[in-house]
């Protein structure tokens, strides 16, 4: 069936189009439709895209307002911030002063306990020292007094017998 409109072509070349009243009734119907979708469908969602686009430019308009707002609001409020920061900074570099004026005098006071410390602290060594090399010597006296009566047998020295 689908091959005999080119058949019919290959053969005489004769017209494939007859026009004849399925033409007028397939037009009819277009128009039908075509009016039947636009009162339906187009013109209810033409309706819709309009009503948004309108609320969308609304909507930016009032942006754009509290965007103008908040601008302004945001300008005050930075230049109270400068303002505060700057007597913040003022309140603080007096402090800082007054802070290294103390910390001045608390190294100064504290240097002069540790050098007291430090000189108590060399007299203890210097003393411990002396005792400890006394010690030492007096140990070191008998031990090797030990070890020689051990190896020899007998006192070596000016021990005590």
Sequence with gaps: MLLTPVL???EGGENLIQPDLSLLLVIVLFLIFV???NKILFKPIS???DERHN????????????????QMRLADYEARIREA??????????????????????????KQQAKHQIE???????HQSAEARTA??????QIAERISRTLLGRTV???AD
């Design 8 to 10: 019919a072509l290959a």
């Design 35 to 37: 009016f039947v979708l």
């Design 47 to 49: 309706k819709v895209l």
């Design 55 to 70: 609320l969308t430019v609304g909507a930016a308009d009032e942006a754009r307002a509290a965007a103008r707002s908040y």
């Design 85 to 110: 920061r700057a007597k913040g900074y003022r309140l603080a570099e007096l402090e800082r002063a007054a802070a290294l004026e103390r910390r001045r005098q608390l190294i100064e006071s504290i």
């Design 120 to 126: 108590e602290a060399k007299s203890n060594i210097q």
């Design 136 to 141: 030492l010597e007096t140990e070191s006296h």
């Design 157 to 159: 020295g000016g021990g």
